[in-house]
């Protein structure tokens, strides 16, 4: 067996098992970043977009992933969006991922503990989520890049010890860092995973030159500084429901329970979920058993690494690798946007087919090769059933809710989810229903609450969005947009005045949200004072608000006030500027009616 008959033979396995999946269409977030996203589409738009946040303007979720994007414009532009090759790319990224850690693994190794390490990551279940749902592709592509930098950098250096040059596949090293920090922010953890790779392949004469590393630290450093900029720090400040109003212990309190549901993943990974949110995993305030047991797991972990550091330096790498790779969403030294997902744990799996490597010799040398093939065979059947039974849970939005509805109804995101998926079926009456089952289970969660107020406003139930609204702003009055959804609900209920203070409120949050300042200006109109809802436009643009907004916001309220003329000029000026997204097109439709109706909405 070569390395490259072992590399193809278990990218060839991840490709069967993954062939469920090309019948899946779009699910959860594939629905805003892949299929309704114009920059998704065209690569010339990806290209554009680059400048701006992966999610799209109306989500205002920030991240910047611009690969990613473009990886999807171009399938969707050669394929004319058929879903059949946009999950048919997402498994061969995943091929070629296990065919790189093959390959990483081959001279660390034995033949057959390599081998066995790779099919085992082909089809594994905890990676379903990665490969069957679309925009798992950034995991996948983030790490392909990264294997291929672990791989670049051995040949850096075996050239310095064979006395060749070694600038063309540094610069070879740096583009494939760039591309993964480009595809997934845990890539910034590729100057951990090289020192640690270099470590363990000490037996090669020369080292990686330090101006590697540091050009990778600056290389990185930028990548951050860049990223803020551009999505405006918005991920940053993006913490998961389940991590609201909790101090550092708490925060520590909650995850440390989830190391067991990290390791049962990793070993058991057949009880599977979308939504790793309460109650499915719990907000905890105070230490449990279950959190002192999984501070036990890390620290017995950390100890057997530092122990096997000479004696088994691959399951010391192994666990390591798991720890350094799951250490940016572990949320125990700054918390996130998640609690855990098991798309984030494709990375930090590499560190478990380590181990299966290591182990592969052991198992052989006391039951034979042929027992531990057979063995072998039995954990990949298993897996592989599993992990084909669980792809076809992601062929759509309504499948992947009633799988997790079924599998987890205690989970309120699953109900929020479903909610959400009633909605845009148009049954308003259920998507409601949704809503309050999920509010029941978790009410602690503000965006749910503001969710849950704006659907009731929308459906004419004033007094329950105004109860609901409440709820969320007390949970969190640094947020706007229930301020703004408050301001709505008391002007239709004829409260200018205390419209007028929701809407300041609002826009003290956010002074450069349009319907925030739409607010404003409709308060002040309410109350007779046009001159103060003028003045709303030029603060709005001295706050930094999108010239296609400020435009917009000057049509309306010029339009309000029968300043028919300007209003038509402001509304070419917006024509001007709109910015290519699906939201913009609709609020330019409301404002053309508007400017026909005479009023503002």
Request: aromatic share 8%.
């Amino acid at each position: 067996m070569t390395r490259a008959r072992a590399a193809a033979l278990a990218a060839l396995l991840a490709v069967a098992v993954y062939l469920p999946s090309l019948g899946n269409r779009f699910a959860m977030d594939d629905g805003a970043i892949v299929e309704r996203n114009p920059a998704a589409h065209d690569v010339a738009a990806a290209v554009r977009a680059a400048a701006g946040p992966y999610w799209p303007a109306e989500h205002a979720a920030g991240l910047w992933r611009p690969a990613v994007i473009l990886s999807f414009a171009a399938d969707w532009q050669v394929f004319h969006g058929d879903a059949w090759w946009l999950h048919a790319e997402n498994v061969l990224w995943h091929a070629l991922a296990t065919a790189l850690l093959v390959a990483l693994l081959w001279p660390l190794a034995t033949p057959g503990g390599a081998l066995a390490a790779g099919l085992l990551f082909a089809v594994h279940p905890v990676h379903v989520e990665a490969v069957a749902g679309l925009v798992g592709r950034a995991e996948l592509m983030a790490a392909v890049f990264l294997f291929a930098a672990l791989l670049i950098a051995r040949t850096v250096r075996q050239r310095r010890a064979d006395g060749l040059t070694t600038w063309a596949d540094e610069v070879l090293l740096l583009a494939a860092v760039a591309l993964a920090l480009l595809c997934k922010e845990h890539a910034a953890v590729a100057i951990g995973l090289l020192a640690l790779d270099e470590w363990l392949d000490a037996g090669r004469p020369a080292r990686l030159p330090i101006r590697d590393y540091v050009l990778v630290a600056c290389l990185t450093i930028a990548w951050f500084v860049v990223r803020r900029q551009v999505e405006g720090g918005r991920s940053f400040t993006e913490i998961a429901p389940a991590f609201f109003h909790l101090g550092t212990a708490a925060r520590l309190a909650t995850m440390l329970p989830v190391v067991l549901v990290v390791v049962r993943l990793f070993l058991w990974p057949f009880d599977l979920s979308a939504y790793y949110q309460p109650r499915v995993v719990e907000r905890l305030t105070h230490l449990t058993f279950a959190g002192v047991v999984g501070l036990a797991v890390v620290l017995a972990a950390a100890w057997l690494a530092f122990r096997l550091r000479r004696r088994d330096r691959l399951v010391a790498a192994g666990l390591l690798v798991i720890g350094i790779a799951w250490l940016p969403t572990a949320n125990l030294l700054f918390p996130t946007g998640i609690v855990i997902a098991e798309r984030t744990l494709y990375l930090a799996s590499a560190g478990l087919a380590f181990v299966v490597a290591a182990l592969w010799d052991r198992v052989a040398a006391r039951a034979g090769s042929r027992g531990a093939a057979a063995g072998l065979v039995v954990v990949l059947i298993a897996f592989s059933v599993r992990s084909a039974t669980r792809e076809v849970v992601w062929r759509d939005n309504r499948s992947l809710v009633v799988a997790s509805l079924l599998a987890h109804p205690e989970s309120y995101k699953a109900h929020e989810v479903a909610a959400r998926a009633y909605l845009r079926l148009g049954d308003a009456r259920t998507a409601l229903r949704e809503y309050g089952a999920a509010v029941r289970l978790y009410p602690l969660d503000p965006y749910l609450l503001t969710e849950q107020g704006f659907m009731q406003l929308n459906g004419g139930l004033l007094p329950q969005a105004l109860l609901s609204l409440r709820a969320a702003e007390q949970l969190d009055a640094t947020h706007a947009l229930p301020h703004q959804l408050l301001a709505n609900v008391l002007l239709l209920m004829d409260s200018s005045t205390a419209a007028l203070v929701e809407a300041r409120r609002a826009v003290a949050a956010d002074p450069t949200l349009p319907g925030a300042a739409r607010m404003l200006a409709a308060s002040w109109l309410r109350l007779g004072q046009p001159d103060s809802a003028l003045a709303v436009w030029p603060a709005f643009a001295r706050s930094g608000g999108p010239r296609f907004e400020r435009w917009l916001l000057a049509c309306t309220t010029l339009a309000a006030l029968h300043r028919d003329s300007e209003a038509r000029r402001a509304f070419d000026s917006a024509v001007v500027d709109i910015p290519q997204d699906s939201l913009a097109m609709q609020q330019l439709s409301q404002a053309r009616q508007i400017l026909r109706g005479g009023g503002l909405r």
